[in-house]
């Protein structure tokens, strides 16, 4: 396996075990734990589409800003 993969994987693995992402109002995607970390949204979703699986994403009500 490759370092980028699990790097991949552990990023994913990482994210999930804080409960996915969340998609807030203004559409950034953020970690459920960290919704102010917007990059770190941006690179579970990378990692899984890498990693060819489903990302666990919910919703929020409100972006962080609001």
């Known amino acids: 396996m ?4 699990k790097s ?10 804080t409960g996915g992402v969340v998609q807030l109002t203004d559409g950034t995607v ?3 734990g960290d919704p102010e ?3 770190l949204g ?3 979703l990378l990692a899984c589409a890498e990693l060819q699986r489903l990302p666990v994403v919910g919703l929020e009500l409100e972006s962080p800003d609001d």
Not at 2 to 5: A, F, G, L, M, P
Not at 10 to 17: D, Q, S
């Open 2 to 5: 490759s370092d980028t993969r």
């Open 8 to 17: 991949a994987e552990l990023l994913v693995a990482t994210i999930e075990a």
């Open 30 to 32: 953020a970690p459920q």
């Open 37 to 39: 970390w917007i990059d």
């Open 42 to 44: 941006e690179a579970y």
